[in-house]
């Protein structure tokens, strides 16, 4: 362990609430702009992705930039971190997206809370939230083998892609899923398709783990690599 | 040659099905959210090479990544590929492009498989094809000789480029055309166009390697190359 | 300190310039062009996140690439440059910015100096305005500790995303801000809602300057800072 | 000298060739699939900064990838390279240009050469090709110098920015002017306009040229630096 906890958590809780400040403010100003919703959903992707590259590369190495429930689960799973500091994460993400959400709708003038109504459900869109998150979590183990140093661009170029070709517009992190059903706008979701949304993201998250414990098993004899516990 | 076959055959087909998961289905959203066919194409330009840079990147240790026939056909003649070996490569592209057409399907609660009816025939287009698998495989081949590790970068942006400067939107894919022949959405192809554009893939690819092998014959031994004459 | 400061303080006029150019031409251009709004920010956007990235790896050398008189105010307060260096910074970086605007109103036939009569201001506006400069120099320093050869990229991709995020446009920068005084364009800002705005900026770079302060504190002595529980 | 020079010309004329392709096929497509000219503007914006980062790239091991008259100019002077090669270049460049918008009309179905009738002229129009040229020659020379292997990135991102804060939409380059003149599409315009913009641009090159020779005359005593002749 090199920093202490109490940073690892502002740091997630800081990530996480400019992520979400993100994908919701982006998503407002886009809305507000134009009429045609593929532009608007380009201009909540652009700044989503932009954002990511950002976030992940300066608060990595102060606490791994996870940001995501997801993630954290994973390498809870895979023993990179300890469940008591797991769980802390998660705690941090939730709030922190929370508090992304109040910082989106201070800019916009709107209410700092309110409840999304926009419905999110149905058989597509929790297959398209489970493929968002196996390939999100596929893309950061097999990243960390390939090339570690360009996890942050990875990520932010494949939510970029996973915004537009999964039906559910790619969440794929169940901090910001909760984030995001208080905002009553483009990028809202109605609380009640939250919990659907976060079982298809962990489902998602464990298979990727699950491929990547076969797949990527055994790689070129290299000096170092991560361990897969 | 470090890892197994199946884990190569594996990485092959997961790769391709996740770029025509992600072709057909950032076609689709796109498609679905306007109706200015620019901007469905960016929609589906942005994201395409989003995803190439990520696949890439990740997967290119495992199998190097080639996710494409035409690919696999020059580094097969370039003995970079044994025979065998290559054969079950492009089996396995087949097999994961028609399975990520079903994945943006089920995603979009379209019929899994369907027939497209879009023509996409012609001289224009059959020289667009030839052109578009040209310019990938001499990317490739001149971009492992210049920088390597900027492979992923370079397919990505290069079929970014040609999406839009070519009049066929550059399949330059026959595992990837064959895929979209399976979906009657934006990206589809009407199956009976399919061999056309494969004989031009192929005949761009091999120009590509004739073309390599004489320019960028003389490379290694000097230790710089700008001429400074 | 290797260079001197009149090439670095030309360095800074220049680079400004060059930045408020691209960041007025390409709101004139796409004004011009569109009726849609969303498609005239984007048009805005992707030209300053890019020329950001160009002008800070090539001008990093020679200046340190500030080109804001938020980011030296705060690298004066941390004693990276002298007081009497980073006021001539901060005149040389309004000069270069005024200059930017008459280049850009050159190029675009217009007359050479306005006064804007767009309207930025109320409280969203200005939490917006310290959000985006708490975001920016956070990003700076951040950076500079996580991976100091990224921070072109870095400070080009908040950008792109805050200018969507931001219910300002995310100006976070007042020698910029002063220059697009004197545009009555897109990008413009009405001179009356400068002070405001300039307040904001500097609020934020030393909220980020502080939390900065805090949260990155220890980093260095350690081998290696990812979390391994 | 490292490399012959018939492959150094041919690689000058296949990346001037396709450079070319993709500005003139880009503008085509663009322009046909939507009537906002901000969104053909971006069509054709994101193909020629992606495909530049690939071509300079790949061909610069090869020739150096001047790709530009101007540039190859401001090499000469800086006696980088010696004056017959430079001449050759030249040609080469013109050629290619011209093969370029063959093969963009032959893919488009359009004649295979055309005269333009877009009048590209006036004062504006003249600055703005200055200010492109300038700032694309100060990009590579200080770029050079700052870090030469981001050379294809800094001119991608820097002619990406240029296309939409110039009022000519950043021409830069007398081959591919020349080239652009036989093409009565999106990208074209009037021979009878090309050389006044052929003056602009290498009045611009040589600008920075000499700015640049001031202005980066001394850097840190490093132990290795490009000759400025």
Known sequence: ???????????????????????IGSGIMADRLTDDVALALLGNTIPTGAIL???????GPVSGAHFNPAVTLVFGLR??????????????QIAGGI???????????????????????????????????FGLVFTILAGLRARPDSIPWL???????AYWFT??????????????AFSNTFAGIRP????AFIVA????????????GWLLAEPKPLPQMRPTA
Not at 53 to 59: N, R
Not at 202 to 212: H, K, P, V
């Open 1 to 23: 362990m090199t920093l202490d906890l109490p940073r690892r958590l502002v740091a997630e809780a800081l990530g996480t609430a400019m992520l979400v400040a993100a994908v």
């Open 53 to 59: 590259v950002v976030l992940i590369t300066i608060l």
């Open 79 to 92: 023993r990179e971190i300890e469940t008591k500091a797991a769980l802390a994460y998660v705690l941090a």
């Open 99 to 133: 508090a992304g959400t109040l910082i989106a709708h201070a800019m916009f003038g709107l209410p700092l809370v309110e409840l999304s109504t926009t419905v999110r459900s149905g058989t597509g869109q929790w297959i398209a939230e489970l493929v968002a998150s």
């Open 155 to 161: 990520v932010g170029l494949y939510i970029t892609a």
């Open 167 to 180: 039906a559910s517009t790619s969440f794929a992190n169940p901090a910001v899923a909760v984030a995001r």
């Open 192 to 195: 009640l398709d939250v919990p």
């Open 201 to 212: 993201e962990l489902a998602g998250a464990l298979l990727a783990m699950a491929l990547a």
